[in-house]
Nanobody, 126 residues
Framework: QVQLVESGGGLVQAGSSLRLSCAAS????????MGWFRQAPGKEREFVAA????????SYADSVKDRFTISRDNLKNMVYLEMNSLKVDDTAVYYC???????????????????WGQGTQVTVSS
């Protein structure tokens, strides 16, 4: 059983920055693509960013491109989401996910993820 634990969320003002972290318990963590998704109240979960198994490939939603950066440290079993220039519309619960596609490229579809964390709340005030 893989456990993913997100941290780093909080309440910030628009224009601020936050760094989310996701710790994975999986000993084979480095084999799998990882991703960040978010869900705002009353909305479906949406893709934010994804990273390949090696970290060499990344993909971003248009709404966060040039503001957010996903990265990973395979030695520490960690994946990060650096969020800059935060907007009120970025308010959501942010989830870390793991795709079971070994040695895979960044994956944008939530249906292709098999493990999720519990989420961390990000609230951006105006």
């Amino acid at each position: 059983q893989v456990q993913l634990v997100e941290s780093g969320g909080g309440l910030v003002q628009a224009g601020s920055s936050l760094r989310l972290s996701c710790a994975a318990s999986d000993r084979t963590f480095s084999r799998y693509p990882m991703g960040w998704f978010r869900q705002a109240p009353g909305k479906e979960r949406e893709f934010v960013a994804a990273i390949s198994w090696s970290g060499s490939g990344t993909s971003y939603a248009d709404s966060v491109k040039d503001r957010f950066t996903i990265s990973r440290d395979n030695l520490k079993n960690m994946v990060y989401l650096e969020m800059n220039s935060l907007k009120v519309d970025d308010t959501a619960v942010y989830y870390c996910g793991r795709s079971p596609v070994s040695w895979g490229a960044p994956i944008r579809a939530a249906t292709l993820y098999d493990y999720w964390g519990q989420g961390t709340q990000v609230t951006v005030s105006s």
